[in-house]
């Protein structure tokens, strides 16, 4: 768990975590094994990865790391499918237990943490058609975090002769041929997801 070294970035996880555990909350049970927008993963692998970087000391993470042959990915897969099959009451409890705890991903801060609460949480909500708009304040944070020079090698977007420009707020990244949405689509854009039909718009450059 990371320190409170941003009081404002703290509040921001704190928040939309909340928001999003109450938002599962509501959800019927048969929605747990919908997929979601992470390829192979259904809602509840999803909520388990988030609960993952959450509630698994270092010594644990190093265990599962070795189990799976130091390939973070497959010991993320494996991990989220294990928790994953839990009643969602319990991943929901657990949530909830871990509403104020922080989390810095390896290289990053607090905003690289923020960022993978919001992407997945988006990556549940859109793929199951639900509202679940994130504030002004933390999407720029988002934004910031997905378009820096980290997360675009991670992700492996190209975004050479690209302008993504938000409809929904005064924000802008790049240039050349115009790509419009919501700021929520356009971070999960860069971040590789592929978006149901619509979302997106692509015009002339501008």
């Known amino acids: 768990m990371s320190g409170t070294d941003d009081p404002r970035l703290a509040a921001m996880i704190t928040g939309h975590r909340r928001q999003l555990t109450e938002l599962l909350a509501t959800l019927p049970p048969e929605a747990w094994d919908q997929p979601s927008l992470c390829a192979g993963w259904r809602i509840r692998e999803v909520t388990a990865h988030i ?10 993470f190093a265990a599962e790391m ?10 993320a897969d494996r991990v989220a499918r294990r928790d994953g099959a839990g009643p969602p009451d319990q991943l929901l ?26 992407i997945h ?14 504030p002004e304040s933390t999407l720029r944070a988002v934004l910031d975090t997905v378009n ?36 929520q689509d356009l971070a999960l854009f860069v971040c590789g997801r592929t978006l149901p039909p619509g979302r997106l718009r692509a015009t002339a450059s501008t």
Do not use: C, Y
């Not at 609960?51 to 644990?60: E, F, H, K, N, S």
């Not at 997360?151 to 050349?176: E, P």
């Open 121 to 134: 949480g988006q990556d549940m909500t859109v793929a199951l058609g639900l509202d679940h708009p994130v």
């Open 51 to 60: 609960l993952m970087t959450l509630r698994t000391p270092a010594w644990r």
């Open 66 to 75: 070795a189990r799976s042959g130091g390939n973070f990915n497959r010991m």
């Open 148 to 183: 820096g020079d980290q997360s675009r090698k991670h992700f492996g977007v190209d975004l050479d002769g690209i302008r993504l420009q938000a409809d929904d707020i005064d924000w802008s990244f790049g240039s050349g041929r115009v790509l419009r949405g919501s700021a």
């Open 93 to 118: 409890a657990a949530l909830r237990a871990h509403e104020h705890t922080l989390w810095k991903p390896p290289g990053g801060g607090l905003a690289a943490g923020l960022t993978h609460d919001v």
